[in-house]
C-alpha cells in the first residue's frame, strides 16, 4: 500500500513558468514532510519541509503547500530554470518514527 | 565535512557472489539508513540503525544483511546475490531530534 503518492512521474514546463509538483498521502498520522531533488547518478539532496502546524514554507523560489483535509501537498518553484531539470521526491514521516516513507517521484524537465 | 559517503561507486556481481557495501558519515548522526532505488518504485527502505550496534528491519529487508560496530559506519551485505538485486543503493543519515537525512552519493550494482 503506498502512503505517499506521487501520481505524475514527469512534467515538462517552460523556462521561467511556474512548476507545480504533487504529493497525496493517505496516513493521517503524518506530520511532517519533506521534499527531496535527484540529479543522475548522485544522491537525493534536501530541498524544503513543511511541519503539519503550518499551511505554507517557502524558501526562495521554492514553496509547499499543505492542504491537511485533503491529505495533498505541493511544490511550487517559480521562476524555473534549466538547473532545476531533476527528479523531486515527496516524503513524510510521523512523531516518534524513525523512517521516511518516499513517494515514486516526478521527473521534471525545464524546457530552455 | 564529507558527509555520507558510499564504497563502491559501481559493481558488477554474478549470482551467489557476496559483497559488502560501506557507507560512513562523519556528522556523528545517530540514525543511518539503507534503501534501494528502482525504476518507478521510489526510494525503499531495506534496512536502518537508531544506533551504535542497533539494527531494524525497513520495507525490503529480505537477502540483506546489516551491521553497525561503529557509530560512524554502516555496512549492508549480500549473502548470495540475485538478479532482482540489481539497483541503486543509498544510504543516509539523519541526526537525532531531526526529521531530515541526507545521503550518500549512492552505489549502481548488477547482479548477472
Known amino acids: 500500500d503506498q502512503q505517499v503518492k506521487q501520481n505524475s512521474p514527469s512534467l515538462s514546463v517552460q523556462e521561467g513558468r511556474i512548476s507545480i509538483l504533487n504529493c497525496d498521502y493517505t496516513n493521517s498520522m503524518f506530520d511532517y514532510f519533506l521534499w527531496y531533488k535527484k540529479y543522475p547518478a548522485e544522491g537525493p539532496t534536501f530541498l524544503i519541509s513543511?511541519?503539519?502546524?503550518?499551511d505554507k514554507n517557502e524558501d526562495g523560489r521554492f514553496t509547499v503547500f499543505l492542504n491537511k483535509s485533503a491529505k495533498h501537498l505541493s511544490l511550487h518553484i517559480v521562476p524555473s530554470q534549466p538547473g532545476d531539470s531533476a527528479v523531486y521526491f515527496c516524503a513524510a514521516s510521523s512523531f516518534g518514527n524513525e523512517k521516511l516513507t518516499f513517494g515514486t517521484g516526478t521527473r521534471l524537465t525545464i524546457i530552455p | 565535512n564529507a558527509g555520507v559517503t558510499q564504497t563502491p561507486k559501481f559493481r558488477v556481481l554474478k549470482t551467489g557472489q557476496s559483497m559488502t557495501l560501506l557507507c560512513a558519515q562523519d556528522m556523528n548522526h545517530e540514525y543511518m539508513y539503507w534503501y534501494r532505488q528502482d525504476p518507478g518504485m521510489g526510494l525503499r527502505l531495506i534496512h536502518y540503525?537508531?544506533?551504535?550496534?542497533?539494527?531494524a528491519k525497513g520495507e525490503v529487508p529480505d537477502g540483506y544483511n546489516v551491521s553497525r560496530l561503529k557509530k560512524q559506519n554502516f555496512l549492508l551485505g549480500l549473502e548470495s546475490a540475485a538478479p532482482s538485486q540489481t539497483s541503486v543503493y543509498f544510504c543516509a543519515s539523519r541526526l537525532d531530534g531531526t526529521d531530515t537525512q541526507y545521503f550518500g552519493p549512492g552505489t549502481r550494482l548488477t547482479v548477472l
Open positions: 540503525s537508531v544506533g551504535e550496534g542497533t539494527t
Open positions: 513543511i511541519s503539519s502546524i503550518k
